[in-house]
């Protein structure tokens, strides 16, 4: 199906696997439109109801192919043209999204990991915001994404220094949910998409959603927008299904509709 991503589905969890290894999984345009491509199928796809991606081999993604770069290549058309459309769509996605940083991830592909709504970090991950040591800025939603999880302060850090962190300081940071050993970063990986499969997803979309919404909207909106939303999370057979579980004293078997 694609050339440049490994694609699985294994107990309603769809995995995306960048594979370009032997660049450490760099993106080409090509990348860009699959990931894009990706996304929306599994998105879309009612048998799938939590998304992973990681990388092939020692590296999650080191960020955008510079060997295929011309030396007046054109930055603002590629990044409004390629990067912007992936990341709005990783972000349009109503499923829960993780990101198993399985190695470095520089760059775009920091970027990526941090447009992901959870991250699982191997304890061979890395984590490098490197636009600044070639004399770029964070692009592919960096500048939208760190100061929200790290804070002003450590977003300033992490963009002006150019330092790599590894996955234990990124975990003391909050940029990771998770830090594991390297064998077990999959089954872990696996695991806790596994939880949040079994949970309510569309109440997970309209959490998504409402909270993306929540930085730019003042109380009495953000208060209509719960309103509303719980409107539609009250009339999904998950709820019914919750009520029910909650009087019966069992553990809810959700659907996901």
């Not at 990931?35 to 048998?47: G, H, R, T, V, W």
Request: with cysteine; proline share 4%.
């Amino acid at each position: 199906m694609f050339e440049t991503l490994n694609y699985k589905v294994e107990n309603q969890v769809g995995w995306l696997t960048l594979n370009r290894p032997e660049k450490l999984n760099a993106f080409t345009e090509q990348m860009n439109g699959e990931m894009i491509k990706a996304l929306k199928s599994l998105d879309k796809d009612p048998e799938i109801r939590a998304i992973v991606i990681t990388g092939e081999g020692k590296a999650f993604c080191s960020g955008e192919d510079l060997s295929g770069l011309s030396a007046d290549a054109d930055h603002r058309e590629m990044i409004l043209t390629r990067y912007k459309p992936m990341m709005e769509q990783l972000a349009k996605v109503e499923k829960p999204t993780i990101a198993s940083v399985n190695g470095a991830a520089a760059g775009a592909g920091f970027s990526l990991a941090l447009g992901c709504d959870f991250r699982i970090a191997s304890e061979r991950a890395s984590f490098l915001q490197a636009f600044i040591n070639i004399g770029l800025i964070p692009d592919s939603g960096s500048l939208y994404y760190l100061p929200r999880i790290v804070g002003m302060a450590k977003a300033l850090e992490l963009t002006m220094l150019g330092e790599k962190i590894k996955a234990q300081e990124a975990g003391e940071y909050g940029l990771v949910t998770k830090v594991v050993s390297p064998d077990s970063l999959e089954e872990e990986t696996q695991g806790f998409a596994e939880n949040l499969a079994t949970k309510p997803t569309k109440a997970i979309g309209l959490i998504k959603r409402y909270i993306q919404q929540s930085f730019e909207t003042p109380l009495a909106s953000m208060l209509d927008y719960e309103a509303y939303g719980q409107k539609i999370a009250g009339n999904t057979e998950d709820y019914g299904e919750g009520v029910k579980a909650f009087f019966e004293k069992r553990q809810p078997d959700y659907k996901g509709y």
